[in-house]
């Protein structure tokens, strides 16, 4: 289980979190929504230590993991993609993946072969020594999925890894992203595609302005008024309603 407890952060005067309580078990793909600015990624990076809080506290399975670096959460099992994907545009799709998992072997034997299974798995092989910079943006998410797998996660974040891709692109990440979840690892998806998010979702926590103004099943959040009024606007409506 992650869970965040009463998590503040400011930039400067930028009151961004502002008391923030937060779970998601390994069984579960919670979707983190919310308008631009309310602290989505903010969260992201308090939670895999980018940042420090200034109060508040994160827990893997009770342990108390708030301040460590980012290093240390991903040795601990928790692991974000960007919503920026940077991979090192120079190095081969292979390398990069590599470069994941090195985080659980010094050897660079070892490294390389668990790299090619999460290549496998994401149907990257033919692109294997391809340098990352030349991939669409489709399999530059891909290849971010690759390279997070890699450090054998419990959990992920994924950080608007929709955003960009066409419908069908769109379509082949839904499914790749329930398979990662069936190989027991907890998923929180950050993402403005709603029609995805709430496929995807066994639970939704909307962000608004620093604050989770609603934590519930995709149906319950779809009808709330508040969410629709600070996000999803009067002429949202959700698929199953
Ligand atoms: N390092 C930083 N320094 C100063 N302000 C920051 C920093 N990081 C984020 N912010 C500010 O914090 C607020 C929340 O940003 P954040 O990136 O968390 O929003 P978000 O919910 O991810 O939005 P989006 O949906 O647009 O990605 C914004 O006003 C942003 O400008
Ligand atoms: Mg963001």
């Known amino acids: 289980m992650l869970r965040v407890e009463g998590l503040y ?9 502002e008391g923030i309580d937060f779970q998601v078990a390994e069984d579960e793909i919670v979707g983190l929504i919310g308008p631009n600015g309310a602290g989505k990624t903010t969260l992201y990076n308090v939670i895999t230590g980018y940042y420090k809080p ?17 290093a240390q959460v991903c040795r601990l099992g928790l692991c974000r993609t960007f919503q920026i994907v940077k991979p090192f545009g120079n190095l ?8 994941g998992s090195l985080v659980r072997t010094r050897s660079v034997k070892e490294a390389h072969r668990a790299a090619m299974e999460e290549i496998l798995f994401l149907g990257l092989e033919h692109l294997k020594d391809v340098p990352s910079r030349s991939l669409t943006l489709s399999d ?4 971010e999925l690759a390279r997070a797998l890699a450090t054998k996660p419990r959990f992920l974040l994924l950080d608007e890894v929709m955003c960009g891709l066409n419908p069908t692109e769109v379509k082949g990440m839904l499914d ?12 929180v998806v950050i993402e403005h ?23 519930g099943t995709p149906q319950e959040v779809s009808c709330d008024p508040e969410v ?11 698929a199953g309603t």
């Open 9 to 17: 952060k400011a930039f400067g005067g930028l009151r961004v979190l």
């Open 54 to 70: 200034d109060a508040g506290h994160v827990l893997l399975d009770d342990e108390d993991i708030t301040g460590l670096s980012p």
């Open 92 to 99: 081969s799709v292979e390398k990069n993946v590599a470069i």
């Open 140 to 143: 530059r998410k891909r290849l």
């Open 176 to 187: 790749l992203i329930r398979r990662i979840h069936d190989r027991g690892i907890g998923i």
């Open 193 to 215: 595609i709603m029609t995805a998010v709430m496929s995807l979702s066994d639970r939704v926590v909307v962000l608004s302005q620093g604050k989770v103004i609603k934590d």
């Open 228 to 238: 629709i009024k600070a996000y999803l606007g009067e002429g949202y409506q959700h």
